[in-house]
Structure formats: structure tokens, C-alpha cells
């Protein structure tokens, strides 16, 4: 990844709904340089998808919680009945597996706190993969974002994550007569 595919990925994270165009102008390429790079970053994994985010609020959905799991045994079939109700249940947002006390962490958004108690008190307790649950609802956001940091990359520009391949067009060797200006030391 180059300095043009992270402008790229900062700019698609603030509006996947830019066309090329648009990206242009914001990075510095032409149009199709712009969609070939786009591609490239799709195909290698680094774009997962495009989507419409929601607000929670305008459909009525206002109580964020965040549920601790602790299973009732540890077996590789009880990992899997409980994965298999969280995978039912499109009121969980996210669910980890986590180490300490809890087995789970998850992450559930509802309307009201009747919805809750229904999912707390007739889905989580009564399972039988579930030996208890704690839950905790979130009074205030601090901060919510979907982007991810991007610092790293710019920071490192040699170092690309482990299976992206360059999006870019190949650097140009010079010829071994070729002077070479010496990089520029940065200062703090």
C-alpha cells in the first residue's frame, strides 16, 4: 500500500458512496487509476464492503447493552449451541470470545428495556449452554466509529499488511549509473 491507496481507504471510509470521480479529486489520480486501485484493494481483502449505516434511534432502537456470557461448561458442542443462538438473534451486533471471568462478550441493541428482559430472561438463561449472564446498558456514547486507524500504515509505508498485495503501478528502477537523492531525515 502506497500513500494513494491510504488517501483512498481514508476517503472511502468517510463516503464508500464516492464514485471515482470523486475519489479523484480527493486523491490526487485520475478517474481510472482511482477504480483500478479500488479493485485492487477489494480484491486483496483490505475493502471488505460497502453498506448503509443506520441510526439506531430514528427505528426505535435506543437501549445498547453489552451482556457478559459465562458458559455452563467448556466443550467444543457447547461453544457451538451458544454460537448458534447468538447467530439467531439480529438483535446481537457483536460477540467475542474473551478471556478472564465472562467466556462472551456481547453486544446487543433493543428498543426498550421489555425487549431486553425478554432476551435476557427467556433466550440467554434458559439455554442450555449458559450458565449466567451480567449485563450492562449503556447510558451515554462516548465515541462510535467504524473506521479503522490507518497511522500505522503511513507511518510504516514498507511494511503493507500480511497478504495485500500493491495496488499501484510498480516503482521504476533506476539504472545503476543513476544518482540517488538521500532520504530526507525526519525530525522531531
Known sequence: MDGFDLKLLEALQQDGRLTNF????QVGLSPSQCSRRRAALEASGAIESYHAQLSAEAIGLRVLVFVQVTLATHSPDNSKRFQKLIDGLAEVQEAYSLTGEADYLIKLIVPDLEALSRI?????????SVAHVR???VLDRLKQTARLPLRHLREAPDRAPQGAKPSGPSPRRRSGNARQRPKARRTM
Not at 435476557?120 to 442450555?128: E, I, K, Q, S
Open 120 to 128: 435476557l430472561n427467556d433466550v440467554f438463561l434458559p439455554h442450555d
Open 22 to 25: 470523486e475519489l479523484a479529486e
Open 135 to 137: 449485563s450492562s446498558i
